[in-house]
């Protein structure tokens, strides 16, 4: 199971770095379809349309698997640890005790004092 996980792991970091470099070449609002490939040759190679329908498409499906990845790596552990999503065997924290070596004689004069109006 730990290989399982393991591929995954890098099946969901490869499509992360996939999804990082494909969002950093496509183009902004004012330029040209792939400028940093040139005008034309990016529409000879990736089609009419250019190189913005092939990297929004590229985009999508790296996303999908990054999602299918996480979703697989959720499910995988919360099957290992026997609860659902891991949230129940979260250890609870008490409070510490009050120490017993303070007098609590300071309180209850506080507490007894008068406000003068």
Known sequence: MEAFKTIIMIIGGFASLAIIGLVLMQQGKGADAGAA????SAQGVFGSAGSANFLSRSTAVAAAIF???CIALSIISSKGNGSRLGLDD??????APAAASQPAAPAQA???AVIPE
Do not use: T, Y
């Open 67 to 69: 999602f299918c990845c």
């Open 110 to 112: 506080a507490s007894q």
């Open 90 to 95: 979260a250890p609870v924290q008490q409070a």
């Open 37 to 40: 490939f040139g005008s034309g």
